[in-house]
T-cell receptor, first 115, second 113 residues
Framework: EAGVAQSPRYKIIEKRQSVAFWCNPI?????LYWYQQILGQGPKLLIQ????????DSQLPKDRFSAERLKGVDSTLKIQPAKLEDSAVYLC?????????????FGPGTRLTVL | QKEVEQDPGPLSVPEGAIVSLNCTYS??????FMWYRQYSRKGPELLMY????GNKEDGRFTAQVDKSSKYISLFIRDSQPSDSATYLC?????????????FGKGTKLSVKP
């Protein structure tokens, strides 16, 4: 079974530029999560999708971050404009069911550096 | 007070040692407790999953949950250099908007041959 795929793996941009990350979850998984992991910290949930609907985006900085999950499969996370404090690893995870009590399978992440 | 507290280490032990990793939490609604292992430049992978209180054993790994003390532990027996990684505790309340995982900062473990 293929795991969660993410691209790109690394991205370096200047502040105020925009950037987009892509995630392809495990086939058949209805729930998709985007996390931000700052160096030395645990992952922090940004947004959770159930199929193509948003379940929780309470911690997503909506003035600069946006995410979509077209057709309930792939997802993109965008930052526009980026700030220095957005430097982090952006992790995508998927789960067959909603709810934090279910196992989440993580992708390798996209490491973003904002200069 | 943070919802989940975890000593970031680093923790260095000799091969074969017993390792004890711990987290404390403040939210009494948490019912699902997990330990994830994260190798450098990789995503977290689930190691152990426990619902409510009690112990769970899987090979060299034992997870313990003490809800009365709001304290969880992961024990690694006969530690190996391949166990060198960051270990993240994570926990969740049941369902709905409280159903998301809250992670600790992670403890970086190094097992020396």
């Amino acid at each position: 079974e293929a795991g969660v795929a993410q691209s790109p793996r690394y991205k370096i941009i200047e502040k105020r530029q925009s950037v987009a990350f892509w995630c392809n979850p495990i086939s058949g998984h209805a729930t998709l999560y985007w996390y931000q992991q700052i160096l030395g910290q645990g992952p922090k949930l940004l947004i959770q999708f159930q199929n193509n609907g948003v379940v929780d985006d309470s911690q997503l900085p909506k003035d600069r971050f946006s995410a979509e999950r077209l057709k309930g499969v792939d997802s993109t996370l965008k930052i526009q404009p980026a700030k220095l404090e957005d430097s982090a690893v952006y992790l995508c995870a998927s789960s067959p069911r909603a709810g934090g009590g279910n196992e989440q399978f993580f992708g390798p992440g996209t490491r973003l550096t904002v200069l | 007070q943070k919802e989940v507290e975890q000593d970031p280490g680093p923790l260095s032990v000799p091969e074969g040692a017993i390792v004890s990793l711990n987290c404390t939490y403040s939210n009494s609604a948490f019912q699902y407790f997990m330990w994830y292992r994260q190798y450098s430049r990789k995503g977290p992978e689930l190691l152990m999953y426990t619902y409510s209180s009690g112990n769970k054993e899987d090979g060299r790994f034992t997870a313990q949950v003490d809800k009365s003390s709001k304290y969880i532990s992961l024990f690694i027996r006969d530690s190996q250099p391949s166990d060198s990684a960051t270990y993240l505790c994570a926990m969740s309340a049941y369902g709905g908007s409280q159903g998301n995982l809250i992670f600790g900062k992670g403890t970086k473990l190094s097992v020396k041959p």
